[in-house]
């Protein structure tokens, strides 16, 4: 009996990819740890999901795994970190390069050549795979992550959806035994999510270890094999999801403010409200509906989530009439855009990677000019703007916020904004900053270099750069890209706030929640031209702009949708997963 014991337990320890002991990590330029007694363990051939708020030490935990620390960042380690048996105190970065291929947040900083299938044959070329095998690699790569049309393109002329699959595809192309992805869908559009979430799945089947930092969980969530939270530094949770969000569920929603899937937060607050027992806790739509099978549930007659606004239309401020652009090489970005933006409305545009949707903002601020067709800004024809003049009236947050920060400083990055709009009182520059800061929660990285910030942080100053000068129109693109749940519902709060001061909202997004939760009005785009113009709720009943535009319907909308089909007379303006617990609560009948 003890041979078998031993001989099990070796079975085990042998399956153990990453064994992480008792690890404490302080940053060099920090005095407080990052990291806190952080202890958990990877098997061979898994997939796992990294959640946590923003600042609570996601990245950093990833970066133990490739020896980027403590070999690169230095700072204080405490504690061991094993990948296949071996300390990574004890390996260079460039062989545990051959265990672990990380793919960062932001993938431009991992290039090494000019374009894109050099970037892909970059890795094996260093590894020394044959010439045959690196050709069929980089084909096949190409292929996976539908790159293939911009194999010649120069790295700096692809979409952000563009750049994150070729920081995949040149990971991927060194064969490592595990993979590390933060954040790897967050500029993709949400069918390209969904692809990328196969490509993880059909890894971890192929016996990849996968270790993925995401905040898109919706239906995904159900496959993963663990699910680890990490909370001020500490890792809360460690274990199958559905165990995880049974016993932290609630505290993950309320206390920590991260994303579940929607189907999850039904299931978390039917339990709350003692509408549901035992131990199921739902994390895909069958599923779900299985357990509100178990229900009686009359939703009374008239019964409604939202009141309508009659409120009459406001005024035109901008108006495109078949706008055109095209990009020195040839590349037409807008094909003859139509649109009016009004002063008080809350618009929100979507599409695939590569529709134009940042071009058109692009035009709208000023930074480009049509080649065709008429634009009106503010009551004058575009052409008679300065760019100088203009941008106290349309505010744009970049995709890449980065690209805006010109201080070393994000106190001084905020006040900047306010000093180039001609606000010269330091004590009004003070009084402002300090209330941006405060909004944001930017107070504790007022005095950090804006490069030295996290993904997350550098979108939260590039909005409020732009907010504090109060411009007409804020044009927002991706501006909720590393956000957690929290900070992305006071973003949008805020959104909500200068809206209703009259302050048009221009919100270029990826993420279909959001759209269907706040937008008042979609409009979608593909290859340049508008497919779809109208309201959210319209948006999700049509299968060939979705299938068009690479969209998706949210999860919670098939949800309703095949509750509909069984008999549930929801009401059609359901567009939170709170609404449609209130209308279970409302609509819940006791034996």
Known sequence: MSSNTNHQASEVENDVLVDVQHVTYT??????????????????????????PSGSGKSTLCDLFNGVIPHLYGGKLE?????????????EVKHLALKVGKVFQD????????????????????????????????????????LKPYRHNLVWNLSGGQVQKLGLASVLAMRPQMIVLDEPTSNLDPAATRSVHDLVLSLRDEGITVLLVTRELDEFLAEADQLLVLADG????????????????????????VWLPETSEIGIELRRAGLLQGDEMPITVEETLSVLSQLRIEIPEGASTHRVSSAPPAEVVISARDLHYTYPGGVEALKGISLDIRSDEWLMIVGRNGAGKSTLARLLVGLQKPRKGQLTLFGRDASRWKVQQLANNIALVFQNPEHQFLTDKVADEIGYSLLAQGVSDPAEIRRRTDEMLALLDLEAVADTHPFALSAGLKRRLGVATMLVGEP?????DEPTYGQDR?????????????RERGIAVVMITHDMRLVQEYAERVVVMSEGRILYDGS????????????????RRTVLHDLVRAMREQGYPFPSDIRST???????KIGHVTE
């Open 107 to 146: 993938p431009e900083i991992m290039f090494a050549t000019l374009y894109v299938e050099d970037e892909i044959a970059f890795g094996p070329e260093n590894l020394r795979f044959d010439v045959e095998t690196i050709r069929q690699t980089v084909e096949e790569l190409l292929e996976l992550t539908d």
């Open 578 to 584: 709170s609404d449609l617990v209130e209308l279970l």
């Open 27 to 52: 940053h060099w330029n920090q005095t407080e740890p990052t990291l806190h007694d952080v202890s958990l363990q990877i098997r061979q051939g898994t997939l796992n999901v990294l959640v946590g």
């Open 536 to 551: 959210s709720a319209g948006l999700f009943e049509q299968e060939e702009v979705l299938a068009q535009a690479n969209l």
């Open 486 to 498: 929290e900070m992305t519902h006071t973003l949008m709060a805020l959104m909500q706030n200068i």
């Open 234 to 257: 500490r890792l809360l949770a460690a274990g199958p999801p559905r165990d995880v969000l049974r016993e932290h569920g609630e505290y993950m929603l309320d206390s920590l403010g």
């Open 79 to 91: 504690g061991d970190i094993r990948v296949g048996g071996v300390n990574t105190r004890e390996v």
């Open 472 to 476: 007409e129109v804020l044009l927002v």
